[in-house]
């Protein structure tokens, strides 16, 4: 998914006051980890992520990964924090992607 400009920077305003909710430790990233992602996306469509000291991976390394193997796009990189956003399938849940999709 590409977002413009003025796209990611009203994700980024929503996700200010957001504390990250998944993180990437010592195990890494693998196809478990991105399905509980894609499932709180398809609930919370904007969320935080973060990498721990641990993490044997970089944070180029976990955009990188997100993006290849899903839709999800990385709004913004934040030291050892992404910010992703997925719209989600269900309607009921589709908060801030009817908001984007007017920009």
């Known amino acids: 998914m590409t977002l413009t400009g003025k796209q990611k920077h009203y ?5 200010h006051h957001l504390r990250p909710i998944f993180s990437v430790g ?3 990233l693998n196809e478990t980890w991105l399905n509980q ?14 990498l721990q000291q641990s993490a044997d991976v970089a944070v180029d390394d976990v955009q990188a990964f ?11 990189k934040i030291g050892r924090v992404l910010v992703l956003y997925q719209a989600a399938e269900d309607e009921k849940y589709q908060r801030l992607s009817i908001e984007v999709n007017k920009l």
């Open 11 to 15: 994700l980024r305003s929503q996700a």
């Open 26 to 28: 010592k195990n890494g």
């Open 37 to 50: 992602l894609d499932g709180a996306l398809q609930h919370r469509e904007l969320i935080k992520i973060n």
């Open 66 to 76: 997100i993006e290849e193997n899903t839709p999800i796009a990385v709004v913004q």
